[in-house]
């Protein structure tokens, strides 16, 4: 993968907006969520990993207070599901708005939704179970029964992944790589100290949204440019390359130049009426 032309083209009029895509665009996105999804199945059907990973969540459970209680409070309710958009939409409108980076702020939030749907489809299809403690019980009530993977944690990952590929400097990708990662270490952390999911299911998330996101990028690079130049979208450093029909009408022509007479290797130039005389000889 390449980052985006536009941050890294020394050309001054620009260039076109594009984001990082895998050569195999659809294929490895499509074999990683299948797989992931496969194993998730693989796990509702196998009762022994269950227990196991219920024994550590009890064994979480027993060492809690009052500030761990917090932080996973606030991590149940800051990434719900509406919370969710409305963080995306909150990105979308200042780099949009603020920024004045319109195709950026729409690359951000196809790449997002798709890596964060991503997860939504997974978990549909796995259909695992919540945990169930057999001792206690979960620190919040969490709505919905379906666990694998971990739509919190894989929201993280889709909007940090979706914010660096349309950063514009390497130190900000540099910074949003680090803060992303600790961010998806806080909260798949939170989601299992509370009881909402089992350790697979964060996990699972992190491939599952990465492999949203990669497909998104994909969607991005054909939609994006099009809206562009369908509502003469203006942003710093992207030129928009001119229709095909334009290129052709404004193409010229070029006409082979016309022969010159070399004279034969060993003889003496000859003068322009010589010249004349000789290819009159030759016509005749």
């Keep these: ?7 890294t083209s020394p050309s001054p009029g620009g260039s076109p907006w594009r984001l990082p895509q895998l050569r195999h665009r659809v294929a490895v996105p499509l074999v990683t969520v299948l797989l992931t999804a496969t194993l998730g199945r693989l796990v509702v059907l196998s009762p022994q990993i269950t227990h196991g990973e219920t024994a550590l969540l009890e064994g979480l459970s027993q060492h809690r ?3 761990l209680d917090a932080v996973a409070t606030a991590v149940q309710y800051a990434l719900s599901n509406g919370a969710v958009v409305l963080i995306i939409a909150a990105v979308i409108g200042w780099l949009a708005v603020l920024r004045r980076r ?18 939504g489809l997974v978990k549909v299809f796995v259909e695992r179970p919540r945990p169930t403690f057999l001792s206690g019980e979960a620190l919040a009530p969490v709505t919905g029964s ?5 739509s919190h944690t ?32 806080i909260v798949g952390a939170a989601r299992m100290y509370s009881g909402a ?28 440019p099009a809206l562009a130049f369908g509502f003469s979208w203006r942003q710093a450093g992207v030129s928009q390359p001119a229709p095909a029909t334009m290129r052709r009408a404004g193409s010229t022509t070029t006409t082979a130049p016309a022969p010159s007479y070399r004279p034969a290797r ?19």
């Excluded at 993968?1 to 941050?7: E, I, L, S, V």
Aim: glycine share 10%.
């Design 146 to 150: 379906m666990s694998f993977p971990s």
């Design 65 to 67: 207070n009052v500030l």
């Design 1 to 7: 993968m390449t980052y985006p032309a536009q941050h």
């Design 197 to 224: 999911h089992y350790p697979l299911d964060v996990l699972a998330a992190v491939p599952v949204a990465w492999a949203g996101v990669m497909a998104g990028c994909a969607l991005a690079n054909k939609v994006v």
């Design 266 to 284: 060993g003889s003496t130039p000859l003068d322009g009426a010589a010249q004349h005389d000789e290819r009159t000889d030759r016509a005749a």
């Design 102 to 119: 319109p195709l950026d702020a729409t690359g951000f939030g196809i790449t997002a939704l798709a890596g964060w749907g991503a997860v």
């Design 154 to 185: 894989g929201a993280v990952v889709a909007i940090a992944l979706a914010m660096g590929l349309v950063a514009s400097r390497r130190s900000s990708r540099r910074r949003i790589a680090l803060l992303g990662t600790l961010a998806v270490v």
